[in-house]
């Protein structure tokens, strides 16, 4: 039985997004195309019809996921009370529920580690995402009427992951360091939200 275009094209859509989810959670080798169909709810077989490689669906995944969350940062920025968005964006982000959670919520976060062992559309996928993540974020950082600094955007950014990544690494071992970094990186920022 022929499926429609538009069928289809919500079968390649929670293909990705399962994707995403699993690749997140558990890292690229670590989920195979049966598992990830699997979890889309399609057949294995199905699979390539819809992408030539699992290196191709891993691309697409990314650029998704960097998608979705320039597209937070960019909501923030466009938000009419951009302060009190940008307050709850940056506590939300260096929150215990974000550490705590089985899977990073942030693309950049999840995906970023693994980029140097990755081929060149995915790396290049997430920088694309990267890019327009950062441009969002520094029109959500930028004080009313004055122009975006991306350069405070990058540093914040950088701080905000790496102290995500240390408060992750943490939490079990010392979870009093864990809390500490995050409060700390929270408090260093010197954002105006």
Request: aromatic residues 6%.
């Given at each position: 039985?022929?499926?429609?275009?538009?069928?289809?094209?919500?079968?390649?859509?929670?293909?990705?997004?399962?994707?995403?989810?699993?690749?997140?959670?558990?890292?690229?080798?670590q989920?195979a195309?049966?598992?990830?169909?699997?979890?889309?709810?399609?057949?294995?077989?199905?699979?390539?019809?819809?992408?030539?490689?699992?290196?191709?669906?891993?691309?697409?995944?990314?650029?998704?996921?960097?998608?979705r969350?320039?597209?937070?940062?960019?909501?923030?920025?466009?938000?009419?009370?951009?302060?009190?968005?940008?307050?709850?964006?940056?506590?939300?982000?260096?929150?215990?529920?974000?550490?705590?959670?089985?899977?990073?919520?942030?693309?950049?976060?999840?995906?970023?580690?693994?980029?140097?062992?990755?081929d060149?559309?995915?790396?290049?996928?997430?920088?694309?995402?990267?890019?327009?993540?950062?441009?969002?974020?520094?029109?959500?950082?930028?004080?009313?009427?004055?122009?975006?600094?991306?350069?405070?955007?990058?540093?914040?950014?950088?701080?905000?992951?790496?102290?995500?990544?240390?408060a992750?690494?943490?939490?079990?071992?010392?979870?009093?360091?864990?809390?500490?970094?995050?409060?700390?990186?929270?408090?260093?920022?010197?954002?105006?939200?």
């Amino acid at each position: 039985m022929r499926i429609s275009r538009e069928q289809a094209e919500r079968n390649r859509r929670k293909v990705v997004e399962a994707a995403d989810r699993l690749f997140r959670e558990k890292g690229f080798d670590q989920v195979a195309v049966a598992d990830l169909m699997r979890a889309a709810g399609l057949t294995h077989g199905g699979f390539y019809n819809h992408f030539e490689s699992k290196t191709a669906l891993e691309t697409e995944a990314v650029a998704h996921a960097c998608a979705r969350s320039a597209a937070r940062a960019r909501a923030v920025a466009e938000t009419p009370d951009r302060r009190a968005a940008l307050t709850q964006f940056l506590d939300g982000y260096l929150s215990p529920a974000m550490r705590d959670a089985p899977a990073p919520r942030c693309a950049l976060l999840a995906y970023g580690a693994d980029m140097p062992r990755h081929d060149a559309a995915t790396r290049q996928a997430f920088a694309d995402g990267l890019d327009a993540y950062l441009d969002n974020f520094a029109a959500a950082l930028a004080a009313p009427d004055a122009a975006p600094d991306r350069a405070q955007a990058i540093s914040a950014f950088a701080s905000m992951v790496g102290s995500l990544v240390l408060a992750r690494a943490t939490k079990d071992a010392n979870p009093d360091l864990s809390d500490e970094i995050l409060k700390a990186a929270r408090a260093g920022l010197n954002v105006e939200a």
